[in-house]
């Protein structure tokens, strides 16, 4: 538990130094940030009931105090563009994209633990050298390309799956309590829903997830590889252990730390990634409103994004790290 304590200790410790980062957002920007907080448009009056508001004539530190306390009770501002809470537009955009990079991860976490254990066994071999190439492939097809080819052929040619949105509109009523459509139609027993919520979700999904499991293919199998050299895997295998029971109770359990923590981070990253993926398969997300409050300058919305996405940033990778420590016996014993 020590090793847990400390994990969560330095994440708190990561989470004020992102809460001094976009402060510093917000208030060292170029001109008058109660200008660019105000909008283009402000007038004299505006301007001066941003900066009071803002507390821009109190001292740095009691700004940043104000700040702090601000976003601890969700206040992030009011948008200008879209007149509401930032919060309230970010409870709105969130759940679209993180069902969106949770399905990402799922292909991705499916195909690269398997793949890149199976390439560690055999590296060397035909096998190996034909996931490699195709790998290497995958890293450098650009996603807003990939995007492209696959709505207007899976969709578009061969009608496999829809072309774009969230829901069919058939389905365009449909209301849920969280704003998590696969979870809230589960838990309305709409399967309907469910289903046509999936089927919409696989190409943006597949075109986000592409290029990290192309690099989490190549981090498992490099970590893996280690380990199939290792004095306990030729005893395990002297002893007549099975190489499935081989590779799924000894190796992946040894060697999964570097992949894992490298999956943790890749949760963040796809989240800032979403952009071109929202914008091409038209998806509602936090990406394409990020891209909203950057063209319009709207300093609070675009603050409020980065803190949020390095807040899912730091509880990815928390997860990650505890994950690890429950799955891997070295750790477990030296805690």
């Known amino acids: 538990m020590r090793y847990v304590a ?141 995007a492209i080819i696959l709505q207007q052929v899976v969709a578009g040619d061969w009608q496999l799956l829809p072309t774009a949105g969230r829901l069919g509109f058939e389905n365009r009523e449909f209301v849920g309590a969280t704003g998590f459509t696969l979870f809230d139609s589960l838990a309305q027993g709409r399967l309907d829903v469910f289903a046509d919520a999936l089927a919409h979700l696989v190409l943006p999904a597949f075109a986000l997830s592409l290029l990290f499991t192309a690099v989490g293919v190549r981090i498992t199998r490099t970590a893996m590889i280690s380990e199939f050299r290792k004095d306990y895997v030729v005893l395990a295998r002297a002893k007549g252990a099975s190489e499935g029971r081989i590779m799924a109770r000894h190796v992946f359990a040894n060697g999964a730390t570097p992949a894992l923590t490298v999956f943790g981070m890749q949760f963040g990253w796809m989240l800032g990634a979403t952009v071109l993926v929202e914008e091409i398969f038209g998806r ?52």
Not at 14 to 29: A, G, R
Not at 59 to 64: I, T
Not at 302 to 325: I, K, P, R, S
Request: overall charge positive; aromatic content about 10%.
């Open 284 to 335: 509602p997300g936090i990406g394409r409103y990020a891209v909203k409050a950057v063209t319009q300058s709207d300093i609070h919305a675009v603050v409020a994004v980065v803190f949020v996405v390095g807040l899912v940033f730091l509880l990815a990778n928390l997860v990650v790290d505890v994950t690890l420590f429950l799955i891997n016996p070295r750790r477990r014993v030296k805690a």
């Open 6 to 146: 400390e994990r969560i200790l330095f994440s708190i410790l990561s989470l004020c130094v992102l809460l001094f980062i976009t402060f510093l957002l917000s208030h060292v920007v170029a001109g008058d940030p109660a200008i660019v907080a105000a909008g283009p448009n402000a007038g004299a009056d505006k301007i001066a009931a941003v900066r009071l508001e803002m507390g821009l004539d109190q001292p740095m530190l009691v700004q940043f105090w104000r700040y702090c306390a601000a976003v601890f009770q969700g206040d992030f501002g009011t948008s200008w563009f879209t007149r509401q809470p930032i919060a309230n537009d970010l409870v709105r955009e969130l759940p679209p994209s993180l069902e969106l990079v949770f399905i990402a991860m799922l292909i991705n976490l499916s195909i690269s633990l398997p793949l890149g254990l199976l390439t560690a066994r055999y590296a060397g071999s035909r096998f190996d050298d034909l996931v490699r190439l195709l790998v290497l492939a995958g890293a450098g097809l650009p996603v807003f390309w990939l």
